[in-house]
């Protein structure tokens, strides 16, 4: 598939509300950015344009995170299950039709935000944190390959362990970065990395830095708490469109 100027200008300019919402309220890029791009392009094409802005963006929050050797050392169990469940995702979205996967993406976008919007506090008992760190990393890894969200299940596991703050982000970090290079592979497996995505790819890392900094610097003049919200109740919408789509297709 060819790109023209206009598509080019869309993919940026999504880029960059990603990006200022990232900057503005925290969320995570590849949340913000993957629904606006399903939409316009479909999932498939869109999944490329995804990986090598979001392994850039999150290893910068790793390298200012710290605790690195830590987080490893205790996630690292998660993290190998994620491996063979990205390459099962993938398969998946080979398999299944291109409805079912966006559908499911719109569940699981559903789902994040009614839990951000929540935002539970829970905390697991020590008996079931290592118990479920290996089915979380592998439906992590499966939910990742054939939807592209990155964050179900693992953030409510994550939020669920009472984690410091720095040690939690540089714990979703990890997993988010092994996540994007897992799939960076499994899409050139199946030649949907080409040479043209992946210079716009890197193009767009411009927007996206552009972006993160006017989000940082806005979000101490005007209220992020109220802007958050808006942003996870259009993510909802956008979800429920997605998964709607599964209806109109069936």
Same mark, same amino acid.
């Given at each position: 598939?060819?790109?023209?100027?206009?598509?080019?200008?869309?993919?940026?300019?999504?880029?960059?509300?990603?990006?200022?919402?990232? /900057? =503005? *309220? $925290?969320?995570?890029?590849?949340?913000?950015?993957?629904? +606006? %791009?399903? !939409?316009?392009?479909?999932?498939?094409?869109?999944?490329?344009?995804?990986?090598?802005?979001?392994?850039?963006?999150?290893?910068?929050?790793?390298?200012?995170?710290?605790?690195?050797?830590?987080?490893?050392?205790?996630?690292?169990?998660?993290?190998?299950?994620?491996?063979?469940?990205?390459?099962?995702?993938?398969?998946?979205?080979?398999?299944?039709?291109?409805?079912?996967?966006?559908?499911?993406?719109?569940?699981?976008?559903?789902?994040?935000?009614?839990?951000?919007?929540?935002?539970?506090?829970?905390?697991?008992?020590?008996?079931?944190?290592?118990?479920?760190?290996?089915?979380?990393?592998?439906?992590?890894?499966?939910?990742? /390959? =054939? *939807? $592209?969200?990155?964050?179900?299940?693992?953030?409510?596991? +994550? %939020?669920? !362990?009472?984690?410091?703050?720095?040690?939690?982000?540089?714990?979703?970090?990890?997993?988010?970065?092994?996540?994007?290079?897992?799939?960076?592979?499994?899409?050139?497996?199946?030649?949907?990395?080409?040479?043209?995505?992946?210079?716009?790819?890197?193009?767009?890392?411009?927007?996206?830095?552009?972006?993160?900094?006017?989000?940082?610097?806005?979000?101490?003049?005007?209220?992020?708490?109220?802007?958050?919200?808006?942003?996870?109740?259009?993510?909802?919408?956008?979800?429920?469109?997605?998964?709607?789509?599964?209806?109109?297709?069936?």
């Amino acid at each position: 598939m060819a790109y023209t100027f206009y598509d080019i200008c869309l993919i940026f300019g999504v880029y960059l509300i990603a990006a200022l919402a990232k /900057g =503005f *309220t $925290g969320l995570g890029f590849s949340t913000t950015c993957l629904p +606006m %791009l399903v !939409l316009i392009f479909g999932l498939k094409p869109t999944l490329p344009f995804l990986i090598i802005p979001s392994i850039a963006s999150n290893l910068l929050v790793m390298s200012q995170a710290g605790e690195f050797k830590i987080t490893l050392k205790q996630f690292w169990p998660l993290y190998i299950a994620q491996v063979p469940g990205v390459f099962l995702g993938l398969l998946l979205l080979i398999w299944l039709a291109p409805y079912i996967s966006t559908a499911i993406l719109g569940i699981a976008l559903i789902i994040y935000c009614w839990f951000a919007l929540s935002n539970p506090e829970f905390l697991l008992p020590k008996r079931l944190r290592n118990r479920l760190a290996l089915p979380t990393g592998f439906l992590t890894g499966v939910v990742n /390959g =054939f *939807t $592209g969200s990155q964050v179900m299940p693992l953030l409510p596991y +994550m %939020l669920s !362990l009472g984690l410091s703050p720095s040690h939690f982000v540089q714990a979703i970090n990890c997993s988010f970065t092994l996540s994007s290079i897992l799939m960076a592979l499994g899409l050139l497996g199946l030649e949907l990395i080409t040479l043209e995505i992946a210079l716009i790819s890197i193009m767009g890392i411009i927007p996206v830095y552009i972006g993160t900094k006017i989000g940082s610097k806005t979000r101490e003049h005007l209220n992020s708490a109220v802007f958050r919200k808006l942003v996870l109740i259009s993510l909802i919408l956008m979800g429920c469109v997605l998964a709607g789509q599964f209806l109109y297709n069936y």
